[in-house]
């Protein structure tokens, strides 16, 4: 399977397409635009970001129709506030230190407009054959492992992802660890969805 066959927001399609109607849909480290172009097939209006400009410059051509620009989510989304109805970031929030990590998950509160939803996926603690016991831990969770995407990458436990997504700031629709098979090796991650009140 490839990250294009990867359909994991196919079943929170009716939840997506009624938060899309109060604004466009956010994708934060959209890669080669695998979720892009599944989202501009539903209909969606996309703007999807990433920090690296080869995979913006192939999703550009996997998905022509999104709006594309080059973000590091450690510094503020350059988004209005509530600007936007979804928000996906999918194996993208789980490369920092905690502090910024916080920022990020704050910035893209900030941009949702309230009533919208957002979908995410992380690493699991125990996504062992993804280096979830590799490297030298160098902060609770974050794990220096020198990956392909960032030198550093997190694995959450439940309890962190209640941390940085506390109930009183959000709603949660959903909470699950899956098993994500499109990597040579079966990959362990928390699927969460949740409204911003
Ligand atoms: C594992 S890929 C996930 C891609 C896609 N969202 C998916 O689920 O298939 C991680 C993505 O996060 C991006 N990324 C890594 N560090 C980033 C940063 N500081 N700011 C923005 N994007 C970042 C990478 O460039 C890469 O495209």
Not at 121 to 129: A, E, G, I, P, T
Not at 138 to 166: C, N
Not at 180 to 191: F, H, L, N, S, T
Request: glycine residues 6%.
């Amino acid at each position: 399977m490839s990250a294009a066959q990867d359909r994991w927001m196919q079943r929170w399609l009716p939840q997506l397409r009624s938060a899309a109607q109060a604004g466009p849909v956010l994708e934060l480290g959209c890669d080669r635009g695998g979720d892009t172009v599944w989202l501009l097939d539903q209909g969606f209006e996309v703007v999807a970001t990433d920090i690296a400009l080869d995979a913006l410059r192939a999703c550009a051509s996997n998905a022509p129709r999104a709006q594309l620009l080059q973000h590091d989510l450690r510094t503020p989304l350059p988004f209005a506030d509530e600007r936007f109805g979804a928000a996906i970031a999918s194996l993208c929030l789980h490369y920092f230190d905690w502090a910024t990590t916080t920022r990020a998950v704050a910035e893209l509160r900030r941009c949702l407009r309230p009533g919208g939803l957002l979908l995410c996926r992380v690493n699991s603690v125990r996504d062992v054959l993804h280096g979830s016991n590799a490297g030298e831990e160098i902060e609770p969770g974050l794990r220096r492992v020198h990956g392909t995407y960032s030198v550093d990458k997190r694995f959450f436990e439940r309890g962190d992802l209640e941390r940085l997504l506390p109930p009183a700031a959000w709603d949660w629709v959903s909470c699950e660890e899956h098993t994500i098979r499109r990597y040579d090796q079966p990959k362990v991650a928390w699927e969460l969805v949740l409204r911003k009140p």
